[in-house]
Nanobody, 114 residues
Framework: QVQLVESGGGLVQPGGSLRLSCAAS????????MGWYRQAPGKQRELVAT???????NYADSVKGRFTISRDNAKNTLYLQMNSLKPEDTAVYYC????????WGQGTQVTVSA
């Protein structure tokens, strides 16, 4: 069993930055594909970014050039650096661990508003 705990969400003004973290309880983190997803009110959950165990990354078009996903395998921790935030980035952000079987964190709220 793997537990994922997200942190770092909050309220930020448009144009601001936030850094999300996701701590995994199990070292299988190191071989897993990790990802960030988000779900805005009334919308389906959508992919934000993924990173493989070899650090190959993939981003949704809506966040390319603004968000950066990274991982620290020594700390079993996933990060999402979010810059130039927009109101449309407002959502609950979820951490995902995929080894065929998927695990999800509880989510962290990000609100972008003036």
């Amino acid at each position: 069993q793997v537990q994922l705990v997200e942190s770092g969400g909050g309220l930020v003004q448009p144009g601001g930055s936030l850094r999300l973290s996701c701590a995994a309880s199990n070292s299988i983190f190191r071989i897993a594909v990790m990802g960030w997803y988000r779900q805005a009110p009334g919308k389906q959950r959508e992919l934000v970014a993924t990173i493989t165990s070899g650090a190959r990354t993939n981003y949704a078009d809506s966040v390319k050039g603004r968000f950066t996903i990274s991982r620290d395998n020594a700390k079993n921790t996933l990060y999402l650096q979010m810059n130039s935030l927009k109101p449309e980035d407002t959502a609950v952000y979820y951490c995902n661990l995929n080894l065929g079987r998927e695990y999800w964190g509880q989510g962290t709220q990000v609100t972008v508003s003036a």
